[in-house]
């Protein structure tokens, strides 16, 4: 089993290792609130606001990103994002007028997550389409190792000084810059012929325009949308929800560290299972299975019943997680395949960006009930839109 992992090509392999460091030094947006509150004095409502301008910033850097990705190549676009996103982060701590703030932040996450429909797109050149969830499997538990890791490094950092994150966070993007300099090849096929330029390089408008006439990739996008919605709630009402019920914020971070443990042990011979089935019933289960656990929320008033939960929704993503760009690559041309990779990355920034509030809103109005009852609509919404994509991606895979 681990062979099909261990086979991977270089790059695969290359791409992971940079991303593992990336996101272990991470640290400016887990501790973004604190350093405004604490470091500044800007208040908890300013703080908010900078979290939502950074989620803005994210969807406009998942379109643009994906269109230079098709256009310049994938490396370039890494490189100059990761060494952007530094950029800003080494005088941000310099930056203390309110409104220059939250430009700062708006034109970090635009730089820094510039680089992600591009990286999602080396992988798919760089794969065939029988070893793509494997591919992704390995650069999913990176990203989850070092969103383990970083907020302990970074927990320790800002007990120190809180100009140790920004500088942290900027020396790992910078050495994840060098290593894709120096040590992976670019992947985007060279157009030679003048007619393939051509196409290559149309204008954004033109190509997004392809994007969005595909209909069959539209509702795959509304499912991951959709699914996003759901997932965010573990990050947003779910500890409003515990603190309700007086269980206290190291009961939630034990309850939620199972999923990060559950996705490093388990991931791998998931990935293996679910290898035996068809992609399209499995995302449609795994769907299902998300909203399920989250509406089991709703039943659930003790930690080992929230743990318990915790568990059902992570099996969830567990299957979901190496499929859906799987399904990606299957669906997208080759000539728009960061743009595809960019409009996915948009669905899971739009659903971080509004879930959050939209689910507070659920919260206090209407009760827990209609949110967790909510949340298993949401799942079943997103399996019916996933099951619209059998054709194209049996097709395409095929």
């Known amino acids: ?162 100009d140790y994150l920004f500088w942290g966070d900027a020396a790992t993007s910078t050495v994840y810059a060098i290593i894709i300099a120096l040590c992976v090849p670019e992947s985007l096929a060279g157009k030679t012929d003048s007619a393939e330029l051509a196409t290559v390089r149309e204008s954004a408008w033109v190509a997004y325009r392809r994007v969005f006439r595909d209909r069959t990739y539209i509702r795959f996008c509304l499912g991951t949308l959709f699914l996003s919605c759901a997932y965010m709630q573990a990050m947003s009402t779910l500890p409003l929800y515990m603190k309700s019920l007086s269980l206290g914020p190291d009961v939630y971070g034990k309850c939620v560290a199972i999923n990060g443990l559950m996705i490093v042990v388990l991931q791998v011979p998931m ?38 939960t915790v568990v059902v929704w992570t099996l969830g993503e567990l299957m979901n997680a190496p499929l859906v760009p799987s399904i990606v690559s299957d669906l997208a041309p080759v000539d728009l395949r960061a743009r595809y990779f960019g409009l996915l990355t948009m669905c899971f920034s739009g659903g971080n960006l509004i879930a959050a509030p939209i689910g507070g809103w659920v919260l206090v109005r209407f009760g827990p009930g209609w949110l967790w009852g909510g949340c298993v609509g949401v799942g079943l919404c997103s399996a019916a839109l996933y099951a619209t994509v059998r054709v194209r991606a049996a097709s395409n895979a095929a």
């Open 1 to 162: 089993m681990l062979r099909q992992y261990l086979d991977l090509p270089r790059t695969i392999h290359i791409l992971c290792l940079g991303t593992f460091i990336n996101r272990a030094g991470s640290f400016v947006v887990l501790f973004l609130t604190f350093y405004l509150q604490e470091r500044l004095q800007l208040g908890g409502l300013f703080a908010t606001q900078a979290i939502g301008v950074f989620g803005l910033g994210t969807l406009l850097a998942s379109l643009v990103g994906g269109h230079l990705a098709d256009t310049i190549g994938r490396k370039a676009v890494m490189i100059a994002a990761l060494l952007g996103g530094a950029s800003v982060l080494v005088v941000f701590p310099r930056i203390t007028q309110p409104w220059l703030i939250l430009a700062a932040v708006l034109l970090f996450a635009f730089l820094a997550d510039m680089y992600r429909p591009a990286a999602s797109a080396m992988i798919s050149d760089t794969v065939d389409a029988e070893r793509r969830p494997h591919a992704y499997t390995l650069m999913y538990m990176a990203i989850n190792l070092g969103a383990g890791v970083a907020p302990l490094v970074g927990g320790m950092l800002a007990t120190r000084a809180f």
């Open 271 to 308: 990935t293996h299972l679910i290898g035996k089935f068809p992609r399209r019933l499995v995302i449609m289960l795994a769907a299902a299975t998300v909203g399920i656990g989250f509406g089991l929320t709703g039943l659930a008033g003790t930690p080992s019943a929230f743990a318990l």
